[in-house]
């Protein structure tokens, strides 16, 4: 059975997601030592030699936009989060770690997916560095009224009838939004793949809550994109929080969500 | 060993219980043919709705409820009226969603039985407390009577007359066991509550893994944001024409106690038939 991480990167004029996921590829080498596939739409830089495969796709067409956060500063841009539900499809490998290129790897514990027996597995729940925000309904919850939240940040597959069922409903889902969106009473107009992912779950549940899939063996931290990035050394990132609270932590997986602040620490990096 | 269903109705000014009885007993027999269901009431009861029950009875006795509006304190006497050696009671506004023949096999290990703890229509366990302040203040056990089981047996005898007391003499119980915080009025549940402290029995009548239980759509107790009063001006629900309703898109499971009256819709009762 052949092993590795799917990442996908497709650039807007605020973020290069292609040297993103340059970087976030070096540490998935080094600390779970395993092979990266990168699909981007964006033109591919020799200087990125962290990947074992790239396939180039067209770029998807979306005109959904978003404000970027660096900690202070924003900016709006075109959001293109809408081939992730080809990873199915497009995935070279038989067991598949599928990760946002700012989910940084500081250790081995996503390894483990491959001793499970499971089909697939995600995370329900994640957990701010500052250990204080509280897990608001906002974050357990599609909308406030709706199904149980899950996070696409990361999450392991195997290839299975299952699995490909559920590729193929995420992918329906994300065809036709504007319906699900409104059956699930979600507000936010944008296609968002945590809810898509959400959804999906749902309904191959046949509408109710069960013990699949399971939780990923590694618990889901993230920075905001209100947090500032100050500096990576060592396997150590320094951060200065919203509230103004300096945090650092080592040997930690986490998704730092202010993707300007991380390329700058990348480009200090390389 | 005989056993079967129970509502209980009394005539009402403001709600049609009857109706709400007749949803809940075509419920029960589209999930569970052959059960039996008998309604307990003082409602002289239509011939079209007859058919719906296998068993009618008279509530006995005297009204212990001639001055309440929410004609709650008869149904100690369900005890009593039962036809049945093994009885569950369901509250008329509930309807059953799947066939929970293998709960007799569970329940058949209690004398008596009432649930704790409910569900809310997302499949989570109630931690809110919002309704339930007498029974948190007081230290008295979290009864809820909407489901409950019970055999024919001596215990019982002593439990339900027990009961029948505390209905009878609430102010003086009330004085006694809700010091801290009571309620004027006599409700089931807390009634129940008292009877089961006094006689200290909450080892033998609960359950801490069972999944005898309900999902109980009181609205401020559904973990969700909005004040809206009612539930079903907050959320979506429809029922299908295979007997499969979702709430909020989920798929409801087991018992499901609507609670608001303006749910069971004659369309709904026409689907359920």
Known sequence: MTKGVLLFAHNNSTVDYVKQANFCAGQIKKHLDLPVCLITSDKFNEDHNNFNHVIVVEKPSTDQTKRFYNATHSYEDTWNNTSRPDAYSLTPYDETIVMDTDYIVANSNLNKVFESKEDFLINYKAQHVDFESRYTEEMKYVSDTGIEMCWATVFYFKKTERTRILFDLINHIKNEWEFYRFKYQILATNYRNDFAFAIAIHMINDFAKTSWPKQLPSKLFYTTDKDSVDSYVDNKWNFTLERGTKCQIKDMNIHIMNKIGLNKIIDQYE | ?273
């Open chain 2, 1 to 273: 060993m005989n056993r079967g269903f129970i509502l209980f109705v009394q005539q009402n000014e403001t709600c049609d219980y009857l109706k709400q009885a007749v949803a809940c007993s075509l419920s029960i027999k589209k999930f569970m043919p052959k059960e039996q269901v008998c309604l307990i009431t003082d409602i002289i009861v239509p011939e079209k709705y007859k058919s719906h029950f296998d068993h009618i009875q008279d509530i006995p006795g005297d009204d212990l409820a001639v001055d309440s509006d929410w004609k709650v304190n008869n149904r100690c006497k369900i005890y009593n009226s039962s036809p049945f050696d093994e009885s569950i009671v369901l509250d008329v506004d509930m309807l059953l969603l799947e066939n929970i023949e293998h709960w007799w096999k569970q329940l058949s290990n209690y004398e008596l039985y009432y649930t704790n703890k409910v569900k809310t229509y997302r499949d989570e366990w109630v931690t809110n407390d919002h309704y339930r302040k007498v029974f948190v203040d007081n230290d008295l056990p979290n009864v809820y009577c909407g489901f409950h089981y019970f055999k024919k047996c001596k215990n019982n005898e002593v439990f339900f007359k027990l009961l029948t007391d505390i209905v009878m003499n609430y102010e003086q119980y009330s004085k006694r066991f809700t010091k801290n915080k009571s309620q004027s009025w006599c409700s089931m549940d807390v009634a129940t509550a008292i009877a089961i402290k006094l006689l200290g029995i909450q080892h033998k009548v609960f359950s801490t893994q069972s999944n005898l239980t309900f999902t109980h759509m009181k609205p401020r107790i559904q973990n969700y944001q909005s004040q809206l009063k009612l539930w079903t001006e907050q959320i979506d629900y429809n029922l299908t024409s295979q007997n499969e309703l979702f709430v909020g898109n989920i798929k409801q499971k087991g018992i499901f106690h609507y609670v608001e009256d303006n749910f069971l819709t004659d369309k709904m009762l026409e689907q359920l038939r």
